[in-house]
């Protein structure tokens, strides 16, 4: 289900936030799916339960998942927090200005970008705009 990269340098609460998130872009979890809780997924992943517990924490901030006392930890209906939508669409932006600046120190073109961008946005089946939410500046 997740697997985490020992090597990379991005933290490992972020690597299990990003790959949940990957996971329902993908349609292999959808709403309403319950998630293993942290003892089960720390166990398989061979990582510390105060570090799922913070993806898992993480995750219910950006509205990702919602966790309901004594039944777990199930991915959440889209939408359910408006509030963070904003804060999530300047957060991406962000990153696709950082993402530029890369590609211009290692001399990769907008048609490139653009290429790749597209072909990921098929493979999380978003080949279109998402709706409002995407048409929005968030500049």
């Known amino acids: ?25 993908k349609g292999a979890l959808v709403e309403g799916d319950r998630i293993p809780s942290v003892r089960e997924l720390s166990a398989t992943l061979l990582v510390n339960h105060n570090t799922v517990a913070k993806s898992y924490q993480e995750l219910e901030r950006q509205g990702v998942i919602v966790s309901l006392r004594g039944k777990g930890a199930f991915v959440a ?28 120190h290692l001399g990769v073109g907008s048609d490139q970008l653009t290429s790749w961008l597209q072909t990921d946005m098929r493979d999380y089946g978003r ?13």
Request: charged share 40%; aromatic share 4%.
């Open 77 to 104: 209906k889209a939408g359910d927090m408006p509030g963070m939508e904003r804060e999530r669409l300047d957060r991406l932006r962000a990153e696709l200005r950082r993402i530029a600046v890369e590609a211009h």
């Open 1 to 25: 289900m997740i697997r985490i990269d020992e090597r990379s340098p991005e933290p490992i609460y972020e690597q299990i936030v990003q790959r949940f998130k990957e996971l329902i872009a």
């Open 127 to 139: 080949d279109r705009d998402a709706g409002s939410a995407g048409t929005e500046q968030a500049d």
